[in-house]
C-alpha cells in the first residue's frame, strides 16, 4: 500500500485499541493540531485526507494547551483512550515540553507528534532549526527526551513499523505510559513508501492486571494481621484501576480508616465511614494525626511525595511499617515498604482474602470517626457565608460550589492556593469529580484540562477554577472551547496576584516580594494600587458568556446560572483576604520549603528557627 509516512501514521493510529477487563476503547480518538511548514504537508495533509472518522482533529491554539486538554480527556478516559497532538518544528515543538513533563510526572499517556527538521539535509539550516556545531543529529526535539517515556526519530520512512508499534505499547503499559514522542522530519512525513498491509490490520493491546506475588502476598498479610493501628493511603493508581469498589470493601472488612492523595481524593466518597479525608501537608487534622500514630501504612497506588509524606515528617511511630502495593517496582518499595507489585484492584481485593477475619479495634474505629466529624465541623464554619452582602473568601466561593453541585460535576484545578484549600475542604460525591493535577501542580493547566474533560466526559457540569495568576498563564484556549461547543465553567477567583506563593513568601522570610499584581511604590516594590486588569472582559473578548459577582449573594446565583448553561461561560469574582474565622484551617503538617540560612532581616532569622525546628522532626524509614 503506497502512502506517504504520515499518512501511514495516521491510518496505523486510527486501528489501535485498548482492552481491559473485557471493554474496548480506541486508543487514539483525535488529534490536536496547530499547522506550521513542519507539519501541514505531512501530519496536516494526512489528517485531510484520512477524514474525521478515521481521525477527528481538534484545533488548538497553544502546543503546552494541547497537551493539557490531552491530558485531560486521557485521564478522565482512566488512561484507556488517548489523544495525539502534532506541531511544526522550533517554538512549536519546544512548547510541548512543559506539557510532556507533566504528562509524563502524572503517568497520564499522550501521543506527541512534534515536526523535525529534515532528515535528508538538503539545506542547513533551514527556518528555525538549532545548530548544534558538535552534533549534527541534535534538534530542539531533544529537549523531549528526558520527559517522554519513549522517543525516536524517523528518519527513514520504514523505521515508523517499529517506532511506531512502541509508541502503542508504551501507551498502553499501565506503568511505563506518560508522554510518548515520535519527532517527524518535515521530508520524510511527505515521502512515499510502499508499506505492507498487516501494519494497518486492527490492533487491540490489553491493559492488564497483574495479581501479587504469592510470597509477597503472604508478608504483606501477615505484616497487616500484627498491625493495631493500621492506614491507607490512597493515591492516584487507585483512580487509574477502577479500584474504588475495591478499596471501599477492604476497609469495610477491615475497619481500616482511608487518607488520600490529590490524585486518589475521590477513591472513597466523602461520607463513607471509612473515609478521613486529604493526607500531608494539605490534609485534614483527622488524617495527619492517624498518620502520626499509624503501626502500619498501606500506601496503596501512591508516589508517596512531600507533600503526602509532610517532607519525610508524619508518620512519627517509631514502629511504623509500611506495604507498598503499586503496579511500579519503583514505587513499591519507597519507605523501605514490603512490596506487594500489582494492579490495585486485583492487589486490595487478594489481600482482602489473605488476611481474611482481621478487623481493627472497636476503639480505634471510634477515635478516628470522632476526628472526622469534628473536622467536618470545621469546614462547615469555613464554608459559612453568613453575609449575603459581603465580598466572598476563596473557601466561601469553594462552600458555594460545594452546595451546588452533584455527584455528575468535575472540578479541575491545578495550582495556586486552591489545590491546598480543596484537599482539606472538598466533599468529592463521586471516583471522578475532583480532577486536580498535583504531580507538575502547572498553572494554566486547568482551562485546556477542561476541554478534554469535558469531551470525555459529555453532559456532565465541567468546572475549572482558576486564580488570577493562573488564568494569565493560559487563557488561550477558551476560543476552543467556543469553537468547539464545549460548554465548561471557568471560575475566575482574582486576588491581584500570586496569592499561593505569596503566602509561603510570608512564611519563609521573604515578606512576599514580587508576589503581588500591584503598581511600583515610591520605594520600588510592588505595593501600590492594584493593577487596572479586566479579566472578566477579556474572558468576553475570547468569546465567553461572562457573570460577575460581586458578593455572596450575586455569587451564589451566578454559580448556578453558570452551571445549567449550554456554552462556555466563566463566573468572575474579586475574592477578600480571610480573616481567622472566615479563613481555611491552617496546614496540619509541614513542607520543607530550605528558608536562608543566614540573612539580615528579621523575618527571614524567624522563619530559619521555625524551618530547624520542624526539619529536626524528619526522619529516613530504613
Not at 497520564?108 to 535528508?120: E, K, Q, R, S, Y
Not at 491546598?420 to 486536580?436: P, V
Request: contains cysteine.
Amino acid at each position: 500500500m503506497r502512502l506517504t509516512t504520515a499518512q501511514a501514521l495516521v491510518r496505523f493510529l486510527s486501528r489501535q485499541y485498548a482492552e481491559r477487563d473485557g471493554r474496548r476503547h480506541r486508543l487514539i480518538a483525535a488529534t490536536w493540531g496547530i499547522f506550521g511548514h513542519g507539519n501541514v504537508a505531512g501530519i496536516g495533509q494526512a489528517l485531510l485526507e484520512a477524514g474525521p472518522e478515521a481521525m477527528p482533529f481538534l484545533q488548538g491554539r497553544n502546543e503546552q494547551a494541547m497537551v493539557h486538554a490531552a491530558v485531560g480527556y486521557a485521564r478522565q478516559c482512566g488512561r484507556l483512550s488517548a489523544h495525539a497532538v502534532t506541531t511544526s518544528i522550533g517554538p512549536g515543538a519546544t512548547n510541548l515540553v512543559t506539557g510532556a513533563a507533566l504528562a509524563t510526572i502524572n503517568r497520564i499517556p499522550v501521543l506527541l507528534l512534534p515536526g523535525d527538521t529534515f532528515a535528508t539535509r538538503p539545506a542547513d539550516p533551514v527556518l528555525q532549526q538549532l545548530e548544534v556545531p558538535h552534533a549534527g543529529d541534535l534538534s530542539v526535539n531533544d529537549t523531549l527526551r528526558p520527559v517522554s517515556r519513549y522517543f525516536d526519530r524517523i528518519t527513514r520512512p520504514e523505521a515508523l513499523i517499529p517506532a511506531a508499534l512502541q509508541a502503542v505499547r508504551v501507551l498502553t503499559d499501565p506503568v511505563q505510559t506518560g508522554a510518548v514522542t515520535l519527532a517527524l522530519p518535515q521530508d520524510v512525513q511527505a515521502e512515499a513508501h510502499d508499506w505492507p498491509e498487516e501494519f494497518f490490520a486492527e490492533r487491540v493491546w490489553a491493559v492488564r492486571r497483574p495479581r501479587p506475588d504469592r510470597t509477597e502476598l503472604a508478608g504483606a498479610a501477615e505484616v497487616l494481621r500484627g498491625s493495631a493501628r493500621p492506614l491507607i493511603v490512597a493515591g492516584g493508581g487507585i483512580r487509574h484501576s477502577g479500584a474504588q469498589a475495591a478499596l471501599a470493601e477492604f476497609a469495610e472488612a477491615t475497619g481500616i480508616p482511608v487518607a488520600c492523595t490529590q490524585a486518589g481524593k475521590g477513591s472513597l466518597p466523602h461520607d463513607h465511614p471509612a473515609d478521613v479525608g486529604g493526607i500531608g501537608h494539605t490534609g485534614t487534622d483527622a488524617a495527619d494525626e492517624l498518620a502520626r500514630g499509624a503501626d502500619l501504612v498501606i500506601a496503596a497506588g501512591t508516589r508517596l511525595t512531600d507533600f503526602t509524606t509532610a517532607s519525610a515528617t508524619l508518620f512519627q511511630n517509631p514502629a511504623v511499617r509500611f506495604i507498598g502495593l503499586n503496579l511500579d517496582p519503583y514505587d513499591a518499595h519507597k519507605l523501605a515498604a514490603r512490596p506487594l507489585v500489582c494492579d490495585a484492584r486485583v492487589g486490595l481485593e487478594d489481600l482482602r482474602d489473605a488476611a481474611s477475619g482481621y478487623r481493627v479495634d472497636p476503639s480505634y474505629e471510634t477515635t478516628y470517626k470522632e476526628r472526622k466529624e469534628r473536622w467536618e465541623r470545621l469546614v462547615g464554619r469555613a464554608y459559612a457565608a453568613p453575609d449575603e452582602d459581603a465580598r466572598p473568601t476563596q473557601v466561601q466561593v469553594l462552600g458555594l460550589l460545594d452546595a451546588l453541585v452533584g455527584a455528575d460535576d468535575i472540578l479541575v484545578n491545578a495550582a495556586g492556593s486552591l489545590p491546598g484549600d480543596l484537599h482539606k475542604l472538598w466533599r468529592a460525591r463521586s471516583a471522578d469529580q475532583y480532577h486536580l493535577e498535583y504531580g507538575y501542580s502547572c498553572m494554566g493547566y486547568e482551562i485546556p484540562a477542561a476541554i478534554g474533560v469535558a469531551l470525555a466526559a459529555p453532559g456532565r457540569p465541567v468546572w475549572a477554577l482558576v486564580g488570577d495568576g493562573t488564568y494569565l498563564m493560559n487563557p488561550t484556549e477558551i476560543v476552543t472551547a467556543v469553537q468547539e461547543g464545549v460548554p465548561i465553567k471557568v471560575v475566575i477567583l482574582d486576588n491581584h496576584g500570586y496569592a499561593s506563593i505569596g503566602g509561603l513568601s510570608g512564611a519563609v522570610g521573604a515578606e512576599g516580594f514580587g508576589t503581588a499584581y500591584r503598581f511600583r511604590a515610591s520605594d520600588g516594590s510592588y505595593t501600590g494600587d492594584p493593577l487596572p486588569v479586566d479579566l472578566a472582559a477579556n474572558a468576553a473578548s475570547l468569546g465567553m458568556a461572562v457573570i460577575r459577582a460581586r458578593t455572596v449573594r450575586d455569587l451564589r446565583e451566578a454559580l448556578a446560572e453558570a452551571r445549567s448553561a449550554t456554552r462556555p461561560t466563566c463566573v468572575y469574582v474579586q475574592t477578600r483576604t480571610p480573616d481567622t474565622v472566615s479563613g481555611p484551617p491552617p496546614a496540619q503538617a509541614w513542607w520543607d520549603v530550605p528558608v536562608a540560612e543566614t540573612a539580615s532581616r528579621k523575618a527571614a532569622a524567624r522563619a530559619r528557627e521555625e524551618y530547624d525546628r520542624q526539619a529536626a522532626q524528619r526522619r529516613r524509614h530504613l
